[in-house]
């Protein structure tokens, strides 16, 4: 996963369940369009390892909102 930056992710179940993960855009991307499909069972590759998932039971994505910066960052 090193080719881009990991984004924090909450996968959403019915019946309340969430797994907090971090997966590339890519990744993420690829489990939007899967979950679009409602594809089935599905391997998500994340930066905490790969997990299996059901995507019949998937009812939201939550993507964490990028990091509010106030005044002059040192970052390139």
């Not at 590339?24 to 390892?49: F, H, I, M, P, Y």
């Not at 995507?55 to 106030?70: D, G, M, N, T």
């Amino acid at each position: 996963m090193a080719e881009s930056k990991a984004d924090r992710v909450e996968i959403g179940f019915d019946g309340g369940q969430v797994i907090a993960t971090r997966m590339s855009e890519d990744q993420l991307n690829q489990l939007r369009k899967a979950v679009e499909r409602n594809e089935g069972w599905q391997d998500v590759a994340t930066a905490d390892g790969d997990l299996a998932v059901d995507l019949h039971k998937v009812v939201f994505l939550r993507v964490a909102a990028p990091e509010h910066r106030i005044g002059f960052s040192s970052e390139s």
